[in-house]
């Protein structure tokens, strides 16, 4: 079992930066992809990001790529989402989750999810 708490959403101007964080506990991680997704209202869930966790390899949306940055940090099973550039039609409730597929990009593939962090991008 993994439990997975997100934080540092916000309301942010279109050009503004904006960190969320995901606190992982429970099991290990070492063989396991993080990731994230957004749902908008009325869409359905969407990639993100994610990162393996033992080797940090990471796959991008075209959607945010060049815009957004994963991260994990081992030592404090913490994964992050840097976005950057943010746009309106970023605006969405974010998800961090965790798969056992490798870099997995479908949500079906991931298992546990967090409760999601409003990120609201205003123009």
């Known amino acids: 079992q993994v439990q997975l708490v997100e934080s540092g959403g916000g309301l942010v101007q279109a050009g503004g930066s904006l960190r969320l964080s995901c606190a992982a506990s429970?099991?290990?991680?070492?063989?396991?992809?993080m990731g994230w997704f957004c749902q908008a209202p009325g869409k359905e869930r969407e990639f993100v990001a994610a990162?393996?966790?033992?080797?940090?390899?990471?796959d991008y949306s075209d959607s945010v790529k060049g815009r957004f940055t994963i991260s994990r940090d081992r030592a404090r099973n913490t994964v992050y989402l840097q976005m950057n550039s943010l746009k309106p039609e970023d605006t969405a409730v974010y998800y961090c989750?965790?798969?056992?597929?490798?870099?997995?990009?479908?949500?079906?593939?991931?298992?546990?999810w967090g409760q999601g962090t409003q990120v609201t991008v205003s123009s």
């Open positions: 429970g099991r290990s991680l070492s063989t396991y992809t």
């Open positions: 990162v393996s966790w033992g080797l940090g390899r990471t």
């Open positions: 989750a965790v798969s056992s597929k490798y870099i997995a990009t479908i949500y079906q593939d991931y298992s546990y």
